[in-house]
């Protein structure tokens, strides 16, 4: 058993007859009152976030997780297709199990969080930012860099991407797979 102060992000813990994991905390300890720690909790099983508040020395109840390396195959309507980079063991992944699923390409490296109890996968952890190809975007014209307007494009994944106007077809741009917005463009 762990307490709040384990509490950190990426944390998969048990509650309410589920399995969540920590995508955000916060210590809170007000100047009157109880401290206590503020969490942003998503469920493995169904994609659901909540919000949960948690007395200070609260007992949680920790999932052991073991995290390995897959690689991304092929996706087949909703089903996701993953290698194990070390053993070359094929897993089949949910859709709503990922985080980003319009911004994988194939080949990506992923990170697989498994429930060491019942080796199943709980959560794909993508990597921080992923570099694709733009295949259709309006012509961009020379100047337009001054400003922070915006265009949709589409990259080489089929997903949509807000990106400056400057941005052509065939540029490369590296995308925060968290929010899924414009970093910047890769020369290469």
């Known amino acids: 058993m762990a307490s709040t102060s384990d509490i950190r992000n990426g944390l998969c813990i048990k509650y309410n007859h589920d399995i969540y994991k920590i995508i955000e905390f916060l210590h809170v300890k007000p100047g009157k009152g109880p401290a206590f720690v503020r969490t942003k909790l998503r469920s493995l099983t169904n994609g659901k976030v909540l919000d949960n508040t948690f007395s200070a020395g609260h007992k949680i109840e920790e999932v052991r997780v073991e995290t390995q390396n897959f690689q991304y195959l092929y996706a087949e ?112």
């Open 77 to 188: 309507g909703d089903q996701f297709h993953f290698m194990n980079t070390d053993s070359y063991e094929q897993i089949t992944l949910d859709k709503k199990v990922l985080d980003a699923p319009d911004l994988l390409k194939e080949g990506t490296v992923v990170m697989v969080q498994i429930n060491t109890e019942t080796d199943l996968p709980l959560s794909v952890d993508m990597p921080a930012s992923i570099v694709l190809e733009v295949t259709y975007a309006e012509p961009g014209v020379k100047g337009n860099t001054a400003t922070n307007a915006t265009k949709p494009a589409k990259v080489e994944t089929g997903a949509s991407v807000n990106v400056p106007l400057f941005i052509n077809e065939g540029d490369k741009i590296k995308i925060d797979t968290a929010t899924g917005s414009y970093m910047e463009r890769v020369k290469e």
